[in-house]
């Protein structure tokens, strides 16, 4: 199983990027998937989460201004970011392969790890 993130980059406060995923060897619609996010010196944290049925969840400091989706033909996961804050700066990673047992936004829950890309909010 390989994910592959991209779409990172730096942006002013007030701007948007869409993060991808792809994933090898592994089909989104299996089962949750999600985002996470690790800002520097800080541990890493549950941004968004989409369920096979296509549930969404989303931590309290992205609600409104995050989108998570996938796209099943393409087997690729995306984050769609607006309203960008300082404060989002950080590596984004996307995860799969939820194990029972944990919420959907504990980093415990997934099995499979993206490398991360970097995000800039200045």
């Known amino acids: 199983v390989q994910l592959v993130e991209s779409g990172g980059g730096s942006v002013q406060g007030g701007g948007s990027l869409r993060l991808s995923c792809v994933a090898s060897?592994?089909?989104?619609?299996?089962?949750?998937v999600g985002w996470f996010r690790q800002a520097p010196e800080k541990a890493r944290e549950g941004i968004a989460t989409?369920?096979?049925?296509?549930?969404?969840t989303y931590t309290e400091s992205v609600k409104g201004r995050f989108t998570i989706s996938k796209d099943k033909s393409k087997n690729t996961l995306h984050l769609s970011m607006n309203s960008l804050r300082a404060e989002d700066t950080g590596i984004y990673y996307c995860?799969?392969?939820?194990?029972?047992?944990?919420?959907?936004?504990?980093?415990?829950?997934?099995?499979?790890w993206g490398q991360g890309t970097q995000v800039t909010v200045s």
């Open positions: 995860a799969a392969n939820r194990r029972s047992g944990y919420d959907k936004l504990d980093v415990r829950a997934y099995a499979f």
């Open positions: 060897g592994y089909a989104y619609r299996r089962d949750c």
């Open positions: 989409i369920d096979a049925g296509g549930t969404t």
